[in-house]
């Protein structure tokens, strides 16, 4: 939420809402998530278009004029896009980098040499959680499932066993962790502070992803026993290529944005001085542009130039990282038009009250928001910037680290029991050659588990901290 809308909301707080405006804006919210869920699931409509349309059938509803519904939705869309979309590009360009240059797999057979038998769903959830930094969650999918269906295959291994944590360490980090896009726009609907979210985010993935990766592919492997289907082994980018980056090198490159964010956190912490010339370089160093364009111009060195790439390799690699997230930027920023569009028809207001009237823990009720949207619209992205919208308002009076809990929160939500109206599920289901019955008793479960777990850790801690 920006500072304008922080201010239109408090200038606008003045008047408690009556009981019937609650009626009113409580049917217009649940009017335009049904407009938004029909399109994507019945209409089969893109998310950005169906976005959009809820966003002024959402505006309509809670009578506001539909200029000032237009107003506060491209209000929304701009700032989101300002305020996420320049890191989404640089996220996006790193991943095609490390993915293309042979990086990923050279962190995926080193890992692997090292690893077999009992410590193999051990290595690969580690794997999929360091790839998975930079990576969209569809292009570690994409990237990793060769490395898992080959070695299923020649290790013998359950495909749910070495799947399953692959997967768990994937999705923890697109749901929990920026630079991903969800939780990089709750951040910024609810003014978290970057590095402290990233490094609660880490602390509550770790058991998370221990407990729905290693641990559940046990029980996933018994109850869902498949071997590894030959048509799905495509040929990894690397083996196009005469040589790829070194190992050191490329896990530097891929760290270097996390090690700079969380240092700029623990600095913010340890001198708490915005005068101080140490805290103002950190600041800048470790904001989430510098540390992300940091990494992308290291990258060309660490990752393109020893991958044999000339200048003109780079730059189209370049132009093709940002080719295919239009589309997530489109949603990201529609979703952000959709949240100020919730904001300033008072719909925010509404949930502060009713969570102080109820008296609902606001980390619970923003991690059930984020559930009841991830079920209906299948889509976790939509589940976040939607749930960060309504539950924004809530973070005003909250300190640094529960404002980060809060967005940990919504992320938790965003991935329960993905099911048929999610992309994720088809992905997984046709790269590991399963029927639906078996998905859901294994990806659907995972993502539950996952959603759960995380939301627990979050809600101990927040009374802890």
């Not at 959009?52 to 506060?72: E, Q």
Request: glycine fraction near 10%; aromatic fraction near 6%; proline fraction near 5%.
């Amino acid at each position: 939420m920006t500072r304008l809308s922080v201010e239109m909301l408090a200038a606008d707080t003045v008047e408690p809402i009556t009981s019937a405006g609650h009626a009113q804006l409580g049917i217009a919210v649940l009017a335009g998530i049904a407009v938004i869920v029909l399109l994507i699931t019945k209409f089969k409509l893109h998310a950005f278009l169906a976005l959009t349309i809820g966003s002024l059938a959402l505006g309509a509803f809670a009578g506001a004029p539909l200029d000032k519904a237009i107003t506060s939705f491209t209000t929304g869309l701009g700032s989101t896009v300002a305020g996420v979309g320049v890191l989404i590009a640089l996220g996006a360009i790193l991943g095609k980098m490390l993915a293309d240059s042979g990086g990923a797999d050279q962190i995926v057979d080193t890992i692997l040499a090292k690893a077999g038998g009992r410590s193999m769903p051990w290595a690969m959830v580690l794997i999929a959680s360091v790839i998975g930094l930079p990576l969209f969650f569809e292009v570690g999918v994409v990237l990793l499932i060769p490395v898992v269906l080959m070695v299923a295959k020649r290790g013998n291994y359950s495909l749910m066993r070495i799947g399953i944590p692959a997967l768990a360490g994937l999705s923890v980090m697109h749901g929990l962790v920026p630079p991903h896009p969800g939780p990089l726009v709750a951040i910024d609907a609810v003014q978290a502070n970057l590095g402290v979210t990233l490094a609660l985010g880490v602390l509550v993935a770790i058991p998370t992803v221990v407990i729905a990766g290693p641990l559940f592919s046990r029980f996933a492997a018994r109850w869902v026993d498949v071997p590894a289907p030959e048509r799905m082994i495509p040929q990894r980018p690397s083996e196009e290529l005469e040589r790829r980056p070194g190992f050191g090198a490329t896990l530097a490159t891929i760290l270097l944005p996390v090690v700079l964010m969380l240092a700029k956190a623990l600095v913010d912490i340890v001198v708490d001085d915005p005068e101080n010339t140490v805290q103002r370089v950190f600041d800048v160093v470790g904001s989430p542009l510098i540390a992300l364009l940091a990494a992308v111009l290291v990258g060309i060195f660490t990752l393109g130039r020893p991958a044999g790439f000339s200048k003109e390799r780079i730059s189209q690699l370049v132009e093709k990282g940002l080719a295919p997230i239009a589309g997530i930027l489109l949603i990201v920023g529609a979703g952000g038009g959709f949240k100020q569009t919730l904001i300033d028809s008072g719909v925010g207001r509404m949930v502060l009250e009713i969570s102080e009237d109820w008296s609902i823990p606001a980390l619970l009720l923003a991690w059930l928001i984020a559930v009841a949207i991830r079920l209906a619209t299948g889509s976790a992205t939509v589940a976040t910037v939607s749930a960060a919208g309504l539950v924004a308002p809530l973070a005003a009076d909250m300190s640094t680290t529960h404002a980060a809990l809060l967005v940990l929160a919504i992320g938790a939500g965003s991935l329960f029991f993905s099911h048929v109206n999610d992309a994720g599920f088809w992905l997984v289901k046709e790269y590991f050659g399963l029927s639906v019955g078996q998905t859901i008793k294994t990806w659907s479960v995972m993502e539950t588990i996952i959603s759960v777990v995380a939301g627990g850790v979050i809600l101990l801690l927040s009374l802890i901290i």
